[in-house]
């Protein structure tokens, strides 16, 4: 195995203990100080030289300062001679504009893939990216990892009678498909309006599949404002769905999603720890399910 040296920004430390315990190794020391204004001041406090090095940073709230952060820990790196500076990014924000949906609006997704290749990262691993091709915005190798698979093992355990799998918008239906081909049972899509004027809000306003009587699930790769989800559960159970159970990687919460989520017709919601919950706020009825083991089964593939 080659000698790798494990990093975390602050972003998702619980995250990042976990994956350095699976591996058997302690995270790297490095200072995140500030100067008094407020710039940022990491200091690598560890011998890169010839190693390979990872470093783990979800890029969620407060995502312009952990987007910052890596870049800079990348910087401060590779001035150490690394042999290798692989960026693991459980959750990638700004993913969702991964196209430009009016004339003057940027590609941000791009413009972070094209950041953290200037960081000179060499490798990314990353997971659930918004969109499949987003890792044709990046000319560096990435890794990109599915919690599909952990998402499913924990809607198995539910049991549940006479299952769907919904997709909450017709961007997700290879997402929904896929799980419903991998749990076997229907797929229903919903028709999803934006109103582009208005940023973060959605109405679900279309089923297209029978859902009366039936345990609806819906999956996500993202949840952030839980309107699209709300909208979602309130549709589906007044369409006669016994059951509303939402399974999604990136749990965000912000603005009232916590407290819409946990008001809204809703009988489970499982998320992964793409993104650090611990501190902030999350619904009641969260049940966090842990990506540990897939990132370090990434690693280990990188280091073998
Ligand atoms: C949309 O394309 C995404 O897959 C999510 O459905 C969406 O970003 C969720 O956003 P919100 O929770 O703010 O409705």
Not at 105 to 110: D, G, L, N
Request: include cysteine.
């Amino acid at each position: 195995m080659k000698d790798f040296l494990l990093f975390s920004g602050s972003s998702n430390i619980p995250l990042a203990h976990e994956v350095a315990k699976i591996l058997g190794v302690t995270l790297g020391t490095v200072d995140l100080s500030r100067f008094a204004d407020g710039e940022l001041r990491p200091w690598i406090q560890e011998d890169v030289r010839d190693k390979t090095v990872f470093v783990l940073e979800s890029l969620s709230h407060s995502m312009d300062e952990h987007i910052m952060e890596i870049a800079l820990m990348g910087d401060a790196i590779r001035r150490s001679a690394p042999k290798n500076m692989i960026a693991i990014i459980p959750y990638m924000g700004y993913a969702r504009q991964d196209k430009q949906h009016r004339i003057g609006e940027p590609i941000s997704a791009r413009v972070i893939a094209k950041f953290l290749e200037v960081s000179k990262y060499k490798e990314i691993i990353a997971l659930d990216l918004h969109n499949d091709a987003i890792v044709g915005f990046f000319q560096i190798p990435v890794t990109h990892l599915s919690a599909m698979p952990i998402l499913q093992q924990e809607i198995i355990k539910l049991n549940l009678d006479d299952p769907v799998v919904v997709s909450p918008d017709v961007g997700g239906v290879k997402r929904a498909r896929n799980l419903a081909y991998q749990l076997d049972v229907p797929l229903v899509v919903m028709e999803k309006k934006r109103f582009l004027d208005k940023h973060d809000s959605s109405e679900a306003f279309q089923i297209i599949g029978d859902v009366k009587g039936k345990s609806a699930i819906i999956i996500d790769d993202v949840i952030s404002t839980g309107q699209t989800i709300v909208h979602s559960a309130q549709s589906l159970t007044e369409a006669g769905a016994k059951k509303v159970i939402v399974a999604a990687t990136h749990g965000l919460f912000a603005g009232s999603a916590s407290e819409d989520m946990d008001t809204a017709p809703i009988d489970s919601l499982i998320v992964t720890n793409s993104v650090n919950h611990e501190g902030h706020p999350h619904p009641k009825k969260m049940h966090e399910v842990s990506i540990a083991a897939c990132i370090s089964q990434a690693i280990t593939t990188i280091i073998r």
